[in-house]
């Protein structure tokens, strides 16, 4: 168990819908990001927050959004679904801002399917 | 702009024979290499990582990885390897400046009894 969390596991929507997934990172990490897994691209880097502000961009599409909140938990919204959209989104935390400095710990994942 | 090549997409193999998962990757500046495990309905878990220093770099559950800077590689190697190590395997690689992991595309590890 990472200390990661998040919520839900499974989410099953339609295209064109709006869904929202959420990530509690462990105690003490300042630091969340999101990633895409799917079996076209694979693992792609997506956003990362550092306390609250936005560190860092990856391959996030306009329709996706991330925000984090004063108590450091994150959400990462996905607007206007399409079916290509259906992939394995994890969450990742660690204490600070630094890509090789600091150990990023991984959540379960979420997996989203969309019909 | 970095890039990483695993080049093999699957490995298969016995139980206690050695193995080596290959990751090459490119870039034109300096960089951190990584190798994360991800076991079966699991996230990633880092493995080991080379920032700098000694290009043997030693990580967890009996892997190591040797950092190679003129062939542009970092090799993960084990002497032998268990069932439970079967598992889908990811190179990575960060510019020493950046903000952004690149990930390879993964090498499926399966270890036969």
């Known amino acids: 168990d990472s200390g990661v969390t998040q919520t839900p596991k499974h989410l099953i929507t339609a295209t064109g819908q709006r869904v929202t997934l959420r990530c509690s990172p462990r105690?003490?990490?300042?630091?969340v990001y999101w990633y895409q897994q799917s079996l076209d691209q694979g693992l792609q880097f997506l956003i990362q927050?550092?306390?609250?502000?936005?560190?860092a961009k990856g391959n996030i599409l306009e329709r996706f959004s991330a925000q984090q909140f004063p108590d450091l938990h994150s959400e990462l919204n996905l607007s206007s679904l399409e079916l290509g959209d259906s992939a394995l989104y994890f969450c990742?935390?660690?204490?600070?801002?630094?890509?090789?400095?600091?150990?990023?710990?991984f959540g379960p994942g979420t997996r989203l399917t969309v019909l | 702009a970095q890039s990483v090549t695993q080049l093999d997409s699957q490995v298969p193999v016995f139980e206690e024979a050695p193995v080596e998962l290959r990751c090459n990757y490119s870039s034109s500046v300096s960089v951190y290499l990584f190798w994360y495990v991800q076991y079966p309905n699991q996230g990633l878990q880092l493995l080991l990582k080379y920032l700098s220093g000694s290009t043997l770099v030693k990580g967890i559950n009996g892997f190591e990885a040797e950092f190679n800077k003129s062939q542009t590689s970092f090799h993960l190697r084990k002497p032998s390897v268990h069932i439970s190590d079967t598992a889908e395997y990811f190179c990575?690689?960060?510019?020493?400046?950046?903000?952004?992991?690149?990930f390879g595309a993964g090498t499926r590890l399966f270890v036969k009894a």
């Open positions: 927050y550092y306390n609250g502000e936005e560190r």
């Open positions: 990575a690689v960060t510019d020493t400046g950046g903000f952004k992991t690149i």
């Open positions: 990742a935390s660690s204490v600070g801002t630094g890509w090789g400095t600091d150990t990023q710990y």
């Open positions: 105690s003490g990490d300042l630091s």
